[in-house]
């Protein structure tokens, strides 16, 4: 396994991600984006074996990693601008409510997942 610091390589590049999110500049800066996407990279390595998912020939990610790491850069820009990441805290009939966790993220990535036996 190998360690990251930083945005690891085979992943979309900023304006592949800014174009696939559809949040404009204005909205939400570069330097904002790009360390939402180390977040996110760094973040999905952390427990997967994301090295056997590229391609070697390529340099790119398998396309389940590259869509789980995607979801999880929306779900960073989702978050941003709310108070521990918590919806609804004004018109919510049963009071505020995190952010669901996005069963497609662990599906797509349930074949990269690392088993750890303690």
């Given at each position: 396994m190998t360690v990251y610091v930083g945005m690891p390589p085979g992943y979309p590049d900023l304006p592949t991600v800014r174009a696939y999110v559809r949040v404009p500049a204005t909205s939400l800066p570069d330097d904002d984006l790009d360390r939402m996407m180390i977040a996110a990279a760094t973040s999905q390595a952390d427990g997967r074996n994301i090295d056997r998912g590229l391609d070697t020939d390529t340099g790119e990610r398998a396309p389940a990693l590259v869509q789980a790491f995607l979801r999880r850069v929306q779900r960073q820009i989702a978050g941003k601008?709310?108070?521990?990441?918590?919806?609804?805290v004004e018109a919510s009939e049963y009071g505020p409510t995190g952010i669901a966790l996005d069963n497609l993220i662990y599906e797509l990535e349930r074949p990269y997942v690392m088993a750890v036996i303690g």
């Open positions: 601008n709310l108070p521990l990441g918590m919806v609804g």
